[in-house]
Each structure stands twice: as C-alpha cells, then as structure tokens.
C-alpha cells in the first residue's frame, strides 16, 4: 500500500529564518527551491526536530531560535497509515524548558513523543559517518535502532545514566567505594548488553539490505562493501551468526562485567571508565580494507548514502503500517556522478514523504513521483 | 512585569514564585486573589505559615514530619513494629499510607546514592537505621524506592547490607498503573512490567 502523506500540514514560529510560516504539504516528492540562505534547510531540520528531538546540525537550542525572539515553535499534522491524525507541538529555547503535546495534551517524556513517524536526513555532512570518529556511527546506530526497536532508548538511558554516574564515583574516590560503584556497575552491565544486543542485530538487519542495495550504484565491477559490529569492549565477543540471542545476552553480561573488573585499576587512575558500549563501532570496509583509511572521497561518499537509503528502507519495514516515514534530502546529490544519481532516485522508497531541498527541480526525477514545488522565500 | 502592583503584593507575588510548578502568570493570580480574602483569615493564614519553624520537627524514630518527639505512625501502638518500610523522602508517606495497605513502620532515607547529585552514602539517615535494626525486634524490610537508575542502584546497596544482617528485604514491583490499557502503555513502563511479572497461582 501507498503511503506519502505523512505530514499534510508544518507551521513554524520563530524557527532559524522563518518568523512565521505555514506550509501545506503533498503526498509524495515535495521539493523546496529557492536561492542558497533562503531557509530551504531549516524546513528539514525542523521536520527532523519534530521527530527525533534533536537537530542533525548543531546541539545548541540559541542556533535554531530566530533572532530577537526567546524560543521557537514547530507544528504539524501528523497522518497515521490508519488514517488517524495527530498533532504535534514543540517548543524550546534557551534556559528554558522544553514543551511537547501531542493532540494538545502535554508530554512529560520526550521517550512518549518521539518518531511519532520515522525520519531520515540525507545531509553532505553525512561523508562524516563514513570517516569521521566512531561517535558519528554510534549516533546513527543509537536513532537507527530506537526506530527499530521501542524499547532501545529505555535500555540506552539506563546505561548511559549509570555510565555517567560510575565516572562521578571514579572522581569523587574518597567518598565512594567498591560496594557503591557495584551497585552502578551491575546496572550498567544489565543495560549496556541490551544496547550491544540491539546494535548488534540493527547492524545485521542493515548489513543485508547495503549489501543488496550496494550493487545498483556501482554497476559491473562493484568493490566489495562490508559492515560489522566492533563491540567497545575488552575481549569482545565474536559471536558466530547462528549464535542463541539468549546465550548471547549472558556472554555480553560477562564480557563487560570482566572489562569493567580488568580495566579497574587503569580506571581509577583516569578517574573515566575507559571501555565499554560508549566505545562501539560501526566498522565499515571497502574490498577487505578499513573504510575511512583505504576508500577514496567518492567511496566514502557512496557508502555514507548507501548507509542512509537502505536505512530508510529498513524504516519503511519495521513501521508495517503503523507510523509514516519521512526522508529529508539536502543537498546530497551534487557530488554524485548520473550514474549514482539515477541509482539513488531509483532506490528512493516511494512510500515515504519526501523533501528534497534543491536551488533549482533536478532533471532526473523519475517519471513515477508525483512532484509538488514549494518556492522557499524568508 | 509585575510593576504595576503595589510593593506589598509585589514582594508577595516574588514569595510565590518560590513554590514548585508556579510561574509568573500563576503567582500574580494568587497574589491577586488574596486581596478578596477577610482580614481575619489572612492573619491566621500568614500565623500559620510563621509556625512552620515552631511546630514542624521530624520524628527521631522514623524522620517523618512530626509535632512531637515521635510521628503519629511510631507512636501508634497498633501498628506493625516488624516491618519497615524505607523511602526516600518524608512526602512519600501520605501516599503510601492512602492505600490502607500497609500497617508496619517506616524510615525517611533523606535522599538516595546519587552520585550525578553529589550524594553519596554519607548524606543518608543511615547510622539512625541501624540503630533501630540492632535495636532488634525488625523481621522485614521493604524497600519503596523509585524505579530509575539511582533508585535501584540505592534498593541493591541497601538489600545487601539488610540480607547480610539476615532480614527478609523485599521491593516495591514497578510496571503498569491499575486500568492500564497495554495498548497506550510507553515501552519503558511495559518492560518494567515484565521483568517484574509474577507467577499466577
Ligand atoms: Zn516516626
């Protein structure tokens, strides 16, 4: 079933540029034209907000508040694939705190608001997934299986949350023993195998569908493209792919357990603990070699495109009805030589929404997208 | 904001904003709705809050609020003096009181390990506690502490010591409200369920 019209309807207020601005959106391929600095971004980036609560451009609230106002809103109707509506509302600013509602009733948790429909950003600074440090893929991997898996951000947050407070009783040693980190530390332990055990299955599920998706970019003589789970852990497990999830959790359990217990000394030296989940990888190859340190501009480039479409197909699998999904593209094209270009039209999903922002429509839309043009003026 | 009120509700209306989940709009609205009351209520009303100092203690037994050396619960002679009931602070008393439910004593911990808070065991009503345990006579402890990272880190802390002294250490379930529909119920909240689902008997 055909399903593009996620969000019929985006206002914002005091959002970037815009001071106020309404937007009626259509099913299908929406592209926002205009010149470089009239805003085209911003509108991704607020749809973005709306679903993930973050921005994909920066982690300061004060950037994305228009000038001379204190915070900013964003809103919008939200269709459901049952036909069912909802609106959501956000608004933040600096120094003060967040609001969210859903159908006009607040929400205390931003866990109970967030992808309320599934979004992805294609963005130029995506090349970064590819070969930037490991933190770029550890947040793709982070919101990726939060899409996927309802229960991720609970098990994501506990550990994090221990994690952190581990690290405060490493610098505070006078006043915190072992029975105090223990209690931290089997918590720890419990969420951080729940975090590995899900990246683990994300990266496994993305694997097949890059692999699949790889060879229509690269056409006769495709490098060999390779994804794998590179646990943050001392003596990581390598499990073999029919491996019991079961008798996986525990292994994971141990592993970290005996990483914290190895590394203790080292430690409370560093005052940090050194290893762990916060240090997982997304290791990326190309022709048996590391990715980043082997693969030209445009391979990295491709990789990183590759790693956001079939992520997005994945998306549209895992929502089976129940939530839309919304593509975001800015920009990404421009590097890609026609080939890889009609490729990437190609592999689009046509039952997402989509928004393209461009300075003028591209000639090689596929025939099959019903296109609507936003011009994007200030 | 409020300039356009006298010096009198103005400083009232800055008093106001003090109290939890009142903002500007909220504490003008007050301020304002004193000015309808009788003069008479107004004085009992302010001679009230000037007794808090005075009057409000904290049981020695227990650390819940209190008029007199001990709390109304520690005083009561029916109630259960083999179990105790730990939470982390006086105002989560009432609550569980409301429920009928429970008949035994309880302890204030004043706070839980939190390390992100700068609290550690040393800010705790600990020496108090075990005073009471070696005191003898205590058979069970329940530990009513909240379900997030810091609460269940604190519940493990505490449960070994408890169980080290021999004592039945059990802890409140955490998961859905009565009359919840699974349906609305967030991801968190169903998986806390779960882990601490019960057999049917
Ligand atoms: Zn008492």
Known sequence: MVFSDVIP????????????????LAPGLNLLTGANGTGKTNVLEAIYYLAVLRSFRTRQIRDLVAWGAESFQIKADVRRPDFSAATLRLAAGFGREREISLNSAPVGKGSEFIHQFLCTAFIPEDIELARGPSAERRRFLDILSSQLDGAYLHDLHQFAQALKSRNAMLRQPQRFGRRETGVFETILVR???????????????????????????????????????????????????????????????????ESLEANRARDEQERLTTWGPQRDDLALFISGKPLAAFGSEGQCRTFALLLRLSSARLLLEA???????????????????????????????????????????????????AVTIHPVSP | MASNYPPVLEELIVGLRRLPG???????????????????????????????????????????????????????????????CIVEQAIQIPAIEKTGCYRGLYHVLGGRLEPLADKGPETLRLAELRTRLAAGGVREIILAVSSDVEGEATAAWLAHEFRAAGLSVSRLAAGLPVGADLGYADAATLAAALNSRRRLE
């Open chain 1, 9 to 24: 309807r985006l206002e914002l207020r005091s959002f970037r540029n815009y001071c106020r601005a309404e937007f009626t």
């Open chain 1, 191 to 257: 969420h951080g195998a729940a975090v590995m055990m899900r990246r683990r299955r994300t990266i496994r599920i993305l694997r097949q569908r890059v692999l699949e998706d790889a060879p229509a970019f690269h056409g006769e003589m495709p490098p060999r493209l390779e994804l794998a789970y590179d646990p943050g852990v001392v003596k990581a497990v390598r499990p073999g792919e029919e491996e019991e999830e079961q008798t996986l959790a525990a292994r994971y359990e141990t592993a970290l357990m």
């Open chain 1, 319 to 369: 929502a089976a009805g129940r939530r839309g999904v919304v593509l975001l593209i800015d920009d990404v094209l421009g590097e890609l030589d026609a080939a890889r270009r009609a490729a990437f039209w190609r592999l689009l999903p046509r039952q997402a929404q989509l928004f393209f922002a461009c300075t003028a429509p591209p000639a090689e839309i596929p025939a099959d997208l």
């Open chain 2, 22 to 84: 009142v903002g500007a709009r909220t504490a003008e609205r007050l301020a304002l709705s004193f000015t309808g009351w009788p003069a008479d209520d107004l004085r009992n009303f302010g001679a009230l809050l000037a007794a808090i100092p005075e009057r409000l203690r904290f049981c020695t037994g227990c650390g819940n609020f209190a008029e007199a050396e001990t709390c109304p619960i520690c005083a009561d002679p029916h109630r259960q003096r083999d179990v105790i």
